[in-house]
């Protein structure tokens, strides 16, 4: 009878102490928004497989107002903001993604031309069908979205050539870390 409730009582005590540990490990995002955006970029057709191509989407404006006021925050209180997901998906086109191999998304500004990586997917599969999901770097990008626009570089890599005229939509996510 004792050990019967010594073991129930270390059931509790176990509880006590892992509940709050599992809950503590959840951590979200923590303060802050979301920032969403979408543009539109067309693949040619016959792009070969020893060059990588790059595409350029220039002048995308941050609306970085509106996010603000939005979320009743002001740009003192952004501390970071950093990529949080992005797609690329078909539009209107019978095919899918199996001819790309990689995938690399930049920033950059008209001062610095370098950029910085914010998505990327290596060794997409076979099966990708008409979206390929990337993955978010780990860059503080804060001082390419504080302007009015920001620009991005996409580069692709194909393992085939492109088989026709591919509209393709870049949706993608910034998440702004607010004190």
């Known amino acids: 009878m004792i050990f019967k409730n010594f073991s129930l009582s270390l059931v509790k005590i176990a509880m006590l102490v892992g509940l709050p540990l599992l809950f503590s490990a959840c951590k979200g995002d923590g303060l802050g928004f979301t920032m969403t955006y979408q543009q539109d970029f067309e693949i040619q057709a016959g792009l070969g497989v020893f060059d990588t191509h790059v595409f350029l989407i220039r002048d995308i404006p941050t609306n970085m107002a509106a996010f603000l006021s939005t979320n009743d925050a002001n740009e003192n209180d952004i501390t970071a903001i950093i990529p949080r997901e992005a797609e690329l998906s078909i539009n209107f086109a019978n095919i899918d993604f199996a001819f790309v191999r990689e995938v690399v998304v930049e920033i950059y500004s008209d001062d610095d031309q370098r950029g910085r990586e914010i998505f990327y ?13 990337l993955i978010p770097s780990l860059p503080d990008i ?7 626009n920001f620009n991005l570089r996409v580069e692709l890599k194909l393992r085939e050539f492109s088989p026709s005229f591919i509209e393709t939509r870049f949706d ?4 702004a870390k607010l004190e």
């Open 172 to 175: 993608f996510q910034f998440f």
């Open 121 to 133: 997917r290596e060794d997409v599969p076979l099966n990708t069908g008409i979206r390929i999901a």
């Open 142 to 148: 804060q001082e390419f979205l504080m302007d009015d």
